[in-house]
Structure formats: structure tokens, C-alpha cells
């Protein structure tokens, strides 16, 4: 069975998909720690609930990014893990992350990257009148929001969408779609060599997994 880590920073709500579909067995993994930058995230307890070990690594009490990154990095060594899954993780990570853990780290973005990195997406898609919006999956690289792309997800906008139901349309689709694809990698469906996402037994026209969704 492989071995998850989850980083978050707030409420949680991708975590909890994970972790209820790792206790139902769709995914055939175990999470062996949840690690919040946050003291105060809500995944903390959500985690706790599930009886799963939590670590905070607050990293305002750090004077910069990289002494941040040099203790992540020895967590994260110890914890030897398969697959590490940033949920809600809002810290830039740094190279000491993301070159020694490259194809073992995913992300989830709220937009169809290359559009909209960074953040405030939501509100570009309204003000920006685009007709569609959605999520990427993709393994982490040294840029941001730029690594290798596993998986989209997409909705389509309407006229009566405002950003707090924009928004909880995107999270509807990314508790589904997120679970589905870390399911993929732990069964080894998903891999990663180079820069290019392999697909084992998976239908993929393209170069990574696109969903449109009705939600």
C-alpha cells in the first residue's frame, strides 16, 4: 500500500475527499501525515478526526523562505512517502522541495493552466466574461504553476455565476476529480519520466486527462 502526505494551509475540504476515499479503498493508499504551515487550519482537526498524524511547521516563525524549506524538506525525508499532495498548500516551494521530491510532489490549481497561475482565479474568469473555467492537476516543478500537467477538469460559466458560487462549483469538481487521479498514481496508472506524464491503461487523447463536467 503506498504512503500519502498531504499539505494544506486552510479548511481542508480536498483533504477530507482524500481521506474518505482512502478509508473507503477507492484509493489504495494510506496517509501517513498532514502537514499544515497554518496552526490554525481546519485540516489540522479534520485530520485528527481520522486519526492521522498531523506536523505544523509554521512558517512565520522563520526569517526566510529557504530556512521554511530546509525544515519541510527534512520532514518530508522522514517521512519517506510515495506520493506527497499539496492541498491547499499556499506557500511558494523552493527548489530544495521541488528538484529533490520532483515526480513524487502533485498540485491542484483552480484554472486551466497555462491560464490564470498564481492567484485571485476565480475573479479573473468573471471579469474576464470567460465562458469557461475549471481545475489542473500537475506535478510540481521549479515553476510556478508550470509542471508537467496530469489531468483538467472544466465547467462550463454562466451569466448568474458570482465568485462564491463560482467557486463552490470548482471545489464540487475538485473533490472529484483529485481523488481519481492520486487513485491513478498509486496504482501506478500515472507515472512521470522526464518531463512527460505516462499513462498506463488509461484512454488519454492528448497529452494529459480532460474532463468536461456538468456541475
Keep these: 500500500m503506498k504512503k500519502i502526505v498531504v499539505l494544506i494551509s486552510g479548511s481542508g475540504s480536498n483533504l477530507q475527499a482524500i481521506i474518505d476515499k482512502c478509508k473507503s479503498k477507492y484509493i489504495h493508499a494510506e496517509i501517513g501525515c498532514v502537514i499544515s504551515n497554518n496552526p490554525e487550519a481546519y485540516g489540522l482537526e479534520r485530520a485528527k478526526s481520522a486519526g492521522i498524524k498531523t506536523l505544523v511547521i509554521d512558517h512565520k516563525e522563520y ?4 530556512l521554511f524549506d530546509n525544515d519541510l524538506y ?13 492541498a491547499g498548500f499556499m506557500r511558494i516551494l523552493t527548489e530544495k522541495i521541488t528538484k529533490n521530491f520532483y515526480g513524487k510532489i502533485i498540485n491542484i490549481h483552480p484554472s486551466l493552466l497555462p ?3 498564481g492567484l485571485n482565479t ?3 474568469v468573471i471579469d474576464n466574461k470567460d465562458m469557461t473555467h475549471g481545475i489542473t492537476i500537475h506535478y510540481v516543478s521549479s515553476e510556478l504553476d508550470g509542471g508537467p500537467i496530469i489531468a483538467q477538469g472544466e465547467v462550463m460559466t454562466s451569466e448568474d455565476d458570482d465568485i462564491d458560487n463560482l467557486i463552490e462549483r470548482i471545489h464540487t ?3 472529484e476529480l483529485y481523488p ?3 487513485k491513478y498514481i498509486c496504482d501506478n496508472q500515472i507515472n512521470i519520466y522526464s518531463n512527460e506524464v505516462i499513462f498506463k491503461n488509461l484512454s488519454i487523447k492528448g497529452t494529459h486527462i480532460y474532463k468536461k463536467y456538468d456541475i
Excluded: M, T
Design 63 to 66: 526569517q526566510s523562505r529557504d
Design 74 to 86: 527534512k520532514v518530508l525525508k522522514d517521512q519517506n512517502a510515495d506520493l506527497i499532495v499539496l
Design 115 to 117: 491560464k490564470y497561475p
Design 122 to 124: 476565480h475573479q479573473q
Design 173 to 175: 469538481l475538485e473533490h
Design 180 to 182: 481519481e487521479i492520486i
